[in-house]
């Protein structure tokens, strides 16, 4: 269940309570006239269920709520309640399929900010690629590919592909091209400076590399690899559930060819360095295309269901998040 409150202005209560009654999904109304003083208006409590919410908190930003009033949203951990499970099985479709659209999209538009957090993870995950580079390890490939924190600005990509967020595409794609860079200049100097120091002994380094090559030699399998992963990552994150992105990091090789790209780089290993951007850029496009496509079918899913919810006018395909649309 989801639990939403509600600062509804003067003279609008009655047509949300109205609405919030109608609708299968809702229970546990709660109204409080007159509680909100900033800004001014009646305090308006419901639990919802989560197939039911993303059509809710539309039809709450219709009756201008996001402009005059407050909406906000938290998940309710337990909830003992005939009622709350009746709302469940009324409600079409489950809980598990469900997208709370508004929320997947300030969460992404969120993760395309460039932070110290976001750069140190990408660097600390390029960093093990290098070593990994250096030792033959697939071990500290996994983990690297655990620790990369690309694949959420990837995500918001398809998310403003598929609603025409150009601005978040923006921020998402400037956020990893300076991440990537950063990265790799980190690993670039950092082996140099081993070698000229003698940490790295290139005479030791192994001619064949059978537990890492495949970082640096893409194949039809690459790209397959990364649409899957997309996919999956993509529905991890619209579902919310986060332990299946485990699976995808350990899918894709983002961080792995940029890791053996500031390797092959710094140890003059040319032949390396095209296969390792061409990993890197199939991964990429791999997971965008995975991610359009997933959304898509899920926008369509939602759409399908708030018609047997409620009456009136679909709504175009613009994911209805007006207030993404200034960043």
């Not at 047509?15 to 109608?22: F, N, P």
């Not at 961080?255 to 890197?280: K, T, W």
């Not at 926008?299 to 207030?323: F, I, M, N, Q």
Request: proline share 4%; charged share 20%.
């Amino acid at each position: 269940m989801i639990h939403l409150r509600s600062i509804v202005p003067d003279g609008r209560t009655g047509e949300v309570v109205a609405g919030l009654t109608e609708n299968p999904g809702v229970t546990n109304l709660v109204v409080l006239p007159g509680a909100a003083r900033d800004p001014v208006g009646d305090l308006v409590l419901c639990d919802v269920a989560r197939e039911a919410a993303d059509g809710v908190i539309e039809d709450l930003k219709r009756f201008g709520l996001d402009a005059h009033g407050s909406i906000s949203m938290d998940h309710v951990e337990l909830t003992i309640s005939e009622r709350a499970e009746e709302a469940q099985r009324r409600a079409p479709g489950h809980g598990d399929d469900a997208v709370i659209w508004e929320r997947l999209g300030r969460d992404l538009l969120e993760s395309t900010r460039l932070t110290w957090t976001f750069l140190a993870f990408l660097i600390l995950a390029t960093q093990l690629v290098g070593i990994a580079a250096l030792l033959d390890s697939a071990i500290l490939i996994v983990g690297a590919m655990v620790l990369g924190p690309e694949f959420a600005p990837i995500a918001a990509i398809s998310y403003g592909l598929l609603f025409r967020r150009w601005a978040m595409i923006g921020r998402a794609a400037r956020t990893l091209l300076i991440g990537f860079t950063v990265a790799i200049a980190v690993t670039f100097v950092c082996t140099w400076a081993g070698e000229l120091v003698g940490i790295v002994d290139v005479t030791e380094l192994p001619d064949e590399r059978p537990q890492t090559g495949f970082v640096y030699t893409p194949d039809r399998w690459s790209f397959i690899v990364a649409v899957l992963a997309g996919a999956a990552g993509v529905l991890s994150l619209a579902s919310d559930k986060s332990s299946a992105l485990v699976g995808v990091f350990i899918s894709v090789t983002t961080v792995p060819a940029a890791g053996n790209l500031a390797v092959a780089l710094a140890l003059g290993h040319f032949s390396e360095v095209r296969g390792s951007i061409l990993q890197l850029l199939i991964n990429v496009l791999g997971m965008i295309v995975a991610g359009v496509a997933t959304l898509l079918v899920q926008w369509c899913g939602t759409r399908l269901l708030l018609k047997r919810t409620r009456r009136g006018p679909d709504v175009a395909l613009t994911g209805d998040d007006s207030g993404l649309r200034d960043f």
